[in-house]
T-cell receptor, first 112, second 112 residues
Framework: GENVEQHPSTLSVQEGDSAVIKCTYS??????FPWYKQELGKRPQLIID?????GEKKDQRIAVTLNKTAKHFSLHITETQPEDSAVYFC???????????FGKGTKLSVKP | SQTIHQWPATLVQPVGSPLSLECTVE??????LYWYRQAAGRGLQLLFY??????ISSEVPQNLSASRPQDRQFILSSKKLLLSDSGFYLC???????????FGQGTRLTVV
């Protein structure tokens, strides 16, 4: 089955700096890669996603890149703000399967 | 619009007692349904997912089980809880195909 690895597990940046979180996946049939943000005590919420027919997608300060050959995808947050502090999860959905497998999460801290 | 309901929000149960967590989705039909567990406030571990009534796939062997008696109802059960079953349980749904998953509010289970 699908396996998703996420790095780093914790990330601390200064306000205004960029943050990058990287994920790899194992199932070459996976074709959907969402990113979720989870604030303390709350449910995860989608912030951006990318499908296998696209290499990059941007939404304001957030961008995601996908390298299908290498089976890795990354989240880029520019001009970080304290409210970006949260746990971020990457995920992958394999081929025809319904399962959605998550990475172990990255705790991002943005220092003012 | 679609909504997901998960209850209860918090639960304290003694070791050896049974468990039943219920999740229902409104405003859609034939959704994919998921149960995740989040221990220590970090990783999202997929426990079960279902692509249709009576179709349950188990990702991790454990003393938990899941059932889908109706199209938009997903139930997580245990006959005898263990201390290690404590955690934050999240139900989620998605449309069939490459679409995002929406999470319920979660149930914080403490086994004492």
């Amino acid at each position: 089955g699908e396996n998703v690895e996420q790095h780093p597990s914790t990330l601390s940046v200064q306000e205004g700096d960029s943050a990058v979180i990287k994920c790899t996946y194992s199932d070459s049939a996976s074709n959907y890669f969402p990113w979720y943000k989870q604030e303390l005590g709350k449910r995860p919420q989608l912030i951006i996603d990318i499908r296998s027919n696209v290499g990059e997608k941007k939404d304001q300060r957030i961008a995601v890149t996908l390298n299908k050959t290498a089976k890795h995808f990354s989240l880029h947050i520019t001009e970080t703000q304290p409210e970006d502090s949260a746990v971020y999860f990457c995920a992958a959905r394999g081929g025809s399967q319904g399962n959605l497998i998550f990475g172990k999460g990255t705790k991002l801290s943005v220092k003012p | 619009s679609q909504t997901i309901h998960q209850w209860p929000a918090t639960l304290v149960q003694p070791v050896g007692s049974p468990l039943s967590l219920e999740c229902t989705v409104e405003g859609t039909s034939n959704p994919n349904l998921y149960w995740y567990r989040q221990a220590a406030g970090r990783g999202l571990q997929l426990l079960f997912y279902s692509v249709g009534i009576g179709q349950i796939s188990s990702e991790v062997p454990q003393n938990l089980s899941a059932s889908r008696p109706q199209d938009r109802q997903f139930i997580l059960s245990s006959k005898k809880l263990l201390l290690s079953d404590s955690g934050f349980y999240l139900c989620a749904w998605s449309q069939q195909g490459d679409t995002e998953a929406f999470f319920g509010q979660g149930t914080r289970l403490t086994v004492v």
